[in-house]
């Protein structure tokens, strides 16, 4: 079993920026893929950004040049930094692992989901 926290969101006006992380424990992996996903009221489950072993990251075109994944191995810890909010990213955000390798953008790939963290970005 993985047990994955978040933590870092809140409230912020546009232009602002965040720090999100999730803390893995349990039966994790540092090679596994790890992302972040969001889901606003009404919408489905998108994906943000993840992070594999085999091709680095990936980013949705609505965060391209504006959010960064990383990873720390040592602490079992995901990271999202999200510069230059907008309104339209606001939504609970999601921490979520899967035992590939190599993995998609898509939440479908995920097994193991966090609890999520609220982000609001007022305009």
């Known amino acids: 079993q993985v047990q994955l926290v978040e933590s870092g969101g809140g409230s912020v006006q546009a232009g602002g920026s965040l720090r999100l992380a999730c803390a893995a424990s349990?039966?994790?992996?540092?090679?596994?893929?790890m992302g972040w996903f969001r889901q606003a009221p009404g919408k489905e489950r998108e994906g943000v950004a993840i992070i594999d072993s085999l091709r680095g990251t990936m980013y949705a075109d609505s965060v391209k040049g504006r959010f960064t994944i990383s990873k720390d191995n040592n602490k079992n810890t995901l990271y999202l930094q999200m510069d230059s909010l907008k309104a339209e990213d606001s939504a609970m955000y999601y921490c979520?692992?899967?035992?590939?390798?190599?993995?998609?953008?898509?939440?479908?790939?995920?097994?193991?989901w966090g609890q999520g963290t609220q982000v609001t970005v007022s305009s």
């Open positions: 979520a692992e899967d035992f590939t390798v190599v993995c998609g953008i898509t939440p479908r790939e995920f097994d193991f």
């Open positions: 349990g039966d994790t992996v540092s090679s596994s893929c």
